[in-house]
């Protein structure tokens, strides 16, 4: 638990910048209590809600703008494109959510002046998405060292709520219905009280350049569920809270070569779990310490109803604040899973988000949890995939 005067301190934090970037909402109006229905809040009528209600079924566009390596003309006009979009948007999609590495796009740190060149490209993406009648969530999803930096140094925070003050301003003019601006993903903090002051920052430099626009914000560390229940909303009306869920992840990451170092052994791992269906997984396993990731995954029993406890816990946690909520990434690492289990759990998802009446973003659309497979001359949808999201082609 953090001190009194390292609580103190990140609180300061979010104060400085309300005071450094424009006159900040010090006392807003009390947020309308939404009218309840089974449980679910069905009837607030705040511009949040509404447009978060526009947020229905949605799609990563994943190492294109971000997570690439390769950002020139040339890569960034060719591997996602306006057939892309219209595949999209036929599927049954009504928004995506783009990941944009803020690094490429940056000319001069300290002022956050952005580069003319990076900017009018990906302005042709954004409106090239809009034009194909889908909303966009704009991402600001860095590389790990870009997190560390914003997590240790006071200055990296300033130049980050510099780069949001020249980013939002440079959208201010789009349709906000259609534009929302997510302050960042996974932010990977361990101390969440920093956090939060980092993000009341940003949001604040938002506000002083783009009040109409919608934010999106998230809890500290890789916006899981826990994550978000310890969180506390932002004092500003217009703004949408998002989590991502993964579990578990022994399932949805197995044979992944980042993150737990066990994830890159598993190979056919079960879905629904149990200890009678990880029985022959155990069998064949010779690592005593991948032997009991599963033994404790069989233990458990992921399935739908466990899925819906997640998703629950979530979904009263926006209740109670009367806010709305949104799951920015879903998905499961397509290599090694069995293709029905990986629809199944997909299904499981999405039916307890939208019991709910939560929105969604699918992770994601051609990357290796994708959609699409794309060879480079054609575009294959994933045969369950679509079912199981619920998606009707148009």
């Given amino acids: 638990m953090a001190s009194t005067a390292r609580l103190l301190g990140h609180v300061l934090l979010g104060v400085v910048c309300l005071s450094s970037f424009g006159q900040p909402q010090t006392a807003k109006a009390p947020r309308k209590v939404a009218q309840q229905t089974a449980g679910v809040a069905t009837a607030d009528t705040s511009i949040a809600f509404v447009r978060a209600a526009r947020l229905h079924r949605g799609i990563n566009l994943s190492m294109w703008y971000a997570q690439a390596g390769d950002y020139s003309d040339a890569r960034l ?6 057939e892309d979009f219209a595949l999209i948007k036929r599927l049954g999609f009504d928004h995506v959510r783009l990941s944009i590495d803020p690094e490429p796009l940056i000319r001069e740190a300290q002022s956050g002046e952005l580069k003319p060149e990076a900017m009018a490209r990906l302005d042709k993406t954004v409106e090239g998405i809009v034009a194909a009648g889908l909303a966009v969530v704009l991402d600001i999803h860095p590389e790990e060292p870009y997190k560390r930096r914003l997590a240790e140094g006071n200055d990296d925070v300033w130049r980050f709520c510099a780069f949001w003050r020249a980013f939002a301003g440079h959208y201010a003019g789009t349709d906000p219905d259609k534009v929302y601006f997510e302050v960042m993903n996974e932010p990977a903090f361990n101390d969440l009280y920093r956090w939060a002051g980092v993000q009341a920052r940003a949001v604040a430099a938002i506000r002083g350049v783009a009040a109409r626009h919608t934010v999106i914000a998230t809890a500290g560390s890789y916006a899981k569920v826990d994550e978000l229940l310890a969180m506390e909303p932002l004092h500003d009306d217009n703004v949408i809270y998002t989590f991502h869920q993964y579990d578990p992840m022994w399932f949805t990451h197995q044979g992944a070569n980042w993150g737990v170092q066990g994830w890159v052994f598993l190979r056919g791992v079960p879905y629904p779990s149990s200890p009678e269906a990880v029985a022959g997984n155990l069998a064949q396993e010779q690592d005593d310490r991948v032997r009991l990731y599963v033994q404790r995954y069989g233990a458990e029993r992921w399935d739908g109803a466990r899925m819906r406890m997640e998703i ?8 109670k604040r009367h806010v709305p909520l949104w ?31 939560v929105g969604w973003a699918m992770w994601d659309y051609q990357g290796s949890f994708g959609i699409v497979l794309k060879d480079g001359k054609t575009t294959l949808v994933d045969p369950l995939v679509p079912g199981a999201l619920g998606l009707e082609e148009k």
């Avoid at 006009?77 to 306006?82: D, E, H, L, Q, R």
């Avoid at 629950?312 to 209740?319: K, P, T």
């Fill in 312 to 319: 629950d816990a979530a979904a009263d946690w926006a209740e």
């Fill in 327 to 357: 799951c920015g990434e879903f998905g499961v690492y397509r290599e090694y899973a069995n293709p029905k289990m990986r629809a199944a759990w997909i299904k499981d998802v999405r039916t307890a988000l939208e019991a709910r009446h």
């Fill in 77 to 82: 006009a060719s591997f996602t494109t306006a």
